[in-house]
């Protein structure tokens, strides 16, 4: 065991956090109060909280489209998510990124992006960037198994080796590039095993264990902020629910689904707190009771918060 049962309950409560914020955000975006388009991290809130829960405050990190539980493992406040998915001028992005484009520079969030692949060559530049200005930090980009076969992946993971820059790459494997199963496009056993071709060290890990996952992610972390270079972490999870908010996931069979919920990271988490003691009757209901006050909070800050000037449009557009 490599965490305490104290930082393994603070873990349960981000992911706490994370589903609420997501089983809200849901049901808005079904009753048409949200604009854009959603793609939901429920069922993998192990890799978002594992791998996020291996950084130092100023590491960087980037994300995918489906980030959500990223931003808020990172430190971004509910508030300022929540008015960003309403459009809002209050957003973390000032209305004009929505779920797929979020960013905090402060918190260290570097951006998340509906482009898959494409957060890799930017985690590079980041890298660096630290490298060259002596910086003891680290650039980490989550990404899914879709994105393994882009040439993003392999150029920047490449230049990555040879420049031997501090960055982590995790893939975050759902099994599922909206409804290609990861057997139809990659014709390896596991993503890891890209590694190999550019003389990295790549594993595989059990996605549905946060500790399992931050285990991973932090030696690869430690590994690069040691100046060794980067490394490849893939996690094995799964999604509970389809690729976006409407996708009826008819291409995926039952027992996947099933098999899912089976695994659902917050219950094996909670099983094991339990059993360890480290959780107690009682202590779920009052963790859930704090995170749905916060996403509740998070939902009247958003409505009430005015949508940007026309004008704002404008701002901002380059840096
Ligand atoms: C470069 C690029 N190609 C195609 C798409 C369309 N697209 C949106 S989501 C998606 C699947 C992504 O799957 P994966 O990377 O496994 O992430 P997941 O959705 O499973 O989290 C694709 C192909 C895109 N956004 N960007």
């Known amino acids: ?9 603070e873990f349960y409560k981000t992911m706490i956090r994370i589903r609420l914020f997501e089983e809200k955000v849901q049901e808005l975006f079904r009753k048409g109060e ?50 960003e998915l309403f ?11 929505g779920s797929m484009h979020l960013s905090d520079r402060d918190l260290c969030l570097f951006l998340t992006t509906g482009i898959v692949g494409s957060s890799i060559p930017i985690a590079d530049g980041i890298a660096f960037s630290f490298k060259l200005r002596g910086e003891n930090r680290v650039a ?9 076969n882009t040439g993003a992946f392999h150029e920047g993971i490449n230049l990555a080796a040879l420049w031997k820059l501090p ?13 290609t199963h990861v057997s139809r496009s990659t014709p390896i056993a596991n993503v890891s095993g890209r590694a190999k071709a550019y003389n990295i060290p790549g594993v595989t ?3 549905q264990d946060v500790e399992a996952v931050y285990e991973a992610v932090k030696e690869a972390v430690d590994r690069a902020r040691d100046g ?3 490394s490849l972490v893939e996690c094995k999870s799964a999604r509970l629910y389809g690729s976006y908010a ?26 094991r707190l339990m059993k360890s003691g480290a959780l107690k009757e009682g202590d779920d209901e009052m963790i859930r009771k704090d995170g749905v006050a916060e996403v509740e909070d998070a939902v009247r800050y958003a409505k009430e918060s005015p949508y940007p000037e026309p004008e704002e449009a404008l701002r901002d557009v380059y840096g």
């Open 246 to 271: 409407a996708d009826s996931q008819s291409y995926r069979p039952k027992e996947d689904i099933e098999e899912a919920a089976r695994r659902d990271p917050i219950s094996l988490l909670k099983a």
């Open 167 to 179: 960055a982590v790459f995790v893939c975050d494997n759902n099994q599922y590039a909206i409804s």
């Open 205 to 207: 890990v059990d996605g």
């Open 140 to 148: 980490v980009t989550v990404f899914g198994d879709g994105a393994n």
């Open 1 to 9: 065991m490599v965490l305490s049962d104290t930082e393994l309950v």
């Open 87 to 97: 459009a809002k001028e209050s957003g973390c992005c000032k209305g004009k990124g």
């Open 34 to 83: 949200l604009p854009g388009f959603l793609h939901l991290c429920m069922g993998q809130e192990a890799v978002a909280v594992g791998s996020t829960g291996a950084l130092l405050k100023d590491d960087m990190l980037l994300g995918g489209h489906r980030a959500h539980g990223h931003a808020i493992a990172k430190g971004i406040p509910m508030r300022k998510i929540m008015a």
């Open 228 to 230: 060794n270079g980067p």
